[in-house]
């Protein structure tokens, strides 16, 4: 079984910074792509970036680009979500998924960690 914990959720300010990290662990499992999705009250779940493990290319919902970096460390197996620049409207439970790349869809999920921006 793979086990993937979130970290680094807070309350902050609009115009400040936080910085997410999820760590992937557990037996026989492949890392195609990692990903952040994030929920605000009352709305769908919503992409906001991915980064393909192997080449470290990295994608963005619009919404973000410009405010949010996207890293990794292979040989933690972490994914880290810098978020700049904070508006209110990013408030919401942040989640990474983990796809193998095997089945088209995501394997597995964090637990989530709540942001909150103030304005």
């Given at each position: 079984q793979v086990q993937l914990v979130e970290s680094g959720g807070g309350?902050?300010?609009?115009?400040?910074?936080?910085?997410?990290?999820?760590?992937a662990s557990g037996r026989n499992f492949n890392?195609?792509?990692m990903d952040w999705f994030r929920q605000a009250p009352g709305k769908e779940r919503e992409f906001v970036a991915g980064i393909r493990w192997s080449r470290g290319s990295t994608y963005y919902a619009d919404s973000v680009k410009g405010r949010f970096t996207i890293s990794r460390d292979n040989a933690?197996?972490?994914v880290y979500l810098?978020?700049?620049?904070?508006?209110?409207?990013d408030?919401?439970?942040?989640y990474c998924a983990l796809n193998?790349?095997?089945s088209g869809q995501f394997d597995y999920?964090?637990?989530?960690?709540?942001?909150t921006v103030s304005s």
């Open positions: 309350l902050v300010q609009a115009g400040g910074s936080l910085r997410l990290s999820c760590t890392i195609y792509t933690e197996n972490t810098q978020m700049n620049s904070l508006k209110p409207e408030t919401g439970v942040y193998q790349g095997r999920w964090g637990q989530g960690t709540q942001v």
